[in-house]
């Protein structure tokens, strides 16, 4: 078992920015690869960014490329999630997920999720 913890979310006007964190704990948290998902009222939970279990490997959805990036820190069992030049459109309930074997897009692959943190972009 994976536990996942996010925290960091909050309110942000339009063009701030935000740092979100997904703190682990059970299982080796080095072993798994993290997404990151977010979900807005009456939407279905999507991919946001995708890191490998070392780090080395990332993909990013492409309404947030270049604005967002995802990292690691393995020693920390924590990964993080920095959102840049936030949009109204950002605004969501966003989680951390974790699973074996690389890093994908669809959310059926992954093993543990977090709670989710609310990020509210406001205009």
């Known amino acids: 078992q994976v536990q996942l913890v996010e925290s960091g979310g909050g309110l942000v006007q339009v063009g701030g920015s935000l740092s979100v964190s997904c703190a682990a704990s059970?299982?080796?948290?080095?072993?798994?690869?993290m997404g990151w998902f977010r979900q807005a009222p009456g939407k279905e939970r999507a991919f946001v960014a995708g890191?490998?279990?070392?780090?080395?490997?990332?993909d990013y959805a492409d309404s947030v490329k270049g604005r967002f990036t995802v990292s690691r820190d393995n020693a920390k069992n924590t990964v993080y999630l920095q959102m840049n030049s936030l949009e109204p459109e950002d605004t969501a309930v966003y989680y951390c997920?974790?699973?074996?074997?690389?890093?994908?897009?669809?959310?059926?692959?992954?093993?543990?999720w977090g709670q989710g943190t609310q990020v509210t972009v406001s205009s």
């Open positions: 997920a974790a699973k074996n074997g690389i890093a994908t897009m669809s959310l059926k692959d992954y093993d543990y």
């Open positions: 890191i490998s279990w070392n780090g080395d490997i990332t």
């Open positions: 059970g299982r080796t948290f080095s072993g798994h690869a």
